[in-house]
Antibody, heavy 120, light 108 residues
Framework: QVQLQESGPGLVKPSGTLSLTCAVSGGSISSSNWWSWVRQPPGKGLEWIGEIYHSGSTNYNPSLKSRVTISVDKSKNQFSLKLSSVTAADTAVYYC?????????????WGQGTLVTVSS | QSALTQPASVSGSPGQSITISCTGTSSDVGGYNYVSWYQQHPGKAPKLMIYDVSKRPSGVSNRFSGSKSGNTASLTISGLQAEDEADYYCCSYAGSRVFGGGTKLTVL
């Protein structure tokens, strides 16, 4: 059973770069799945950030595309998120998730999420 | 793209049925059968309840069902139970992906 676990700094300074990693266990990141990042500001709804295939192909939310980089490390069975030039508006719980069933399929399972606060 | 439109809140009594709508456009909900629904309890990660408009993953109660008409998708929960009280989000393919704003379900 695939499980995902996010990790990374919980506090990032404004104008800095947010960096998170999602470790995949119970399955291979090189399987026929895409892998995604979704975020949720405190008290607000979900926002899709982007996703990656093990080949390195990516899809990004157009509204974040200029600041987002998602990469994959097959040797460590993990994928990562970098979000540059962050502001307080980027404060959120960040989730990683597997895209199940097919490209553009649903998100399942999800990691437990990690809160990242942007503050000086 | 704009977020899909969901009612901010719905409520129902135990045993009743409720429906949550998710309205988009012909470029997202109406154009593809890639609509999924997620349940989120406070402080927890979202959980997949419905995918591809009306398919139910293994382990999800058959009290949950999904449908679509035109640009509006719907999630119906029958036989409401206390544990169904949660936030619900729809999500659609739209050339990329777009979520609804979320609906808080209260079981009275």
């Amino acid at each position: 059973q695939v499980q995902l676990q996010e990790s990374g700094p919980g506090l990032v300074k404004p104008s800095g770069t947010l960096s998170l990693t999602c470790a995949v266990s119970g399955g291979s990141i090189s399987s026929s799945n895409w892998w995604s990042w979704v975020r949720q500001p405190p008290g607000k709804g979900l926002e899709w950030i982007g996703e990656i295939y093990h080949s390195g192909s990516t899809n990004y939310n157009p509204s974040l595309k200029s600041r987002v980089t998602i990469s994959v490390d097959k040797s460590k069975n993990q994928f990562s998120l970098k979000l540059s030039s962050v502001t307080a508006a980027d404060t959120a719980v960040y989730y990683c998730a597997r895209v199940w069933s097919a490209a553009w399929g649903p998100f399942d399972p999800w990691g437990q999420g990690t809160l990242v606060t942007v503050s000086s | 793209q704009s977020a899909l439109t969901q009612p901010a809140s719905v409520s129902g009594s135990p045993g009743q049925s409720i429906t949550i709508s998710c309205t988009g456009t012909s470029s997202d909900v109406g154009g593809y059968n890639y609509v999924s629904w997620y349940q989120q309890h406070p402080g927890k990660a979202p959980k997949l309840m419905i995918y591809d408009v009306s398919k139910r993953p293994s382990g999800v109660s058959n009290r949950f069902s999904g449908s679509k008409s035109g640009n509006t998708a719907s999630l119906t929960i029958s036989g409401l139970q206390a544990e169904d009280e949660a936030d619900y989000y729809c999500c659609s393919y739209a050339g990329s992906r777009v979520f609804g704003g979320g609906t808080k379900l209260t079981v009275l």
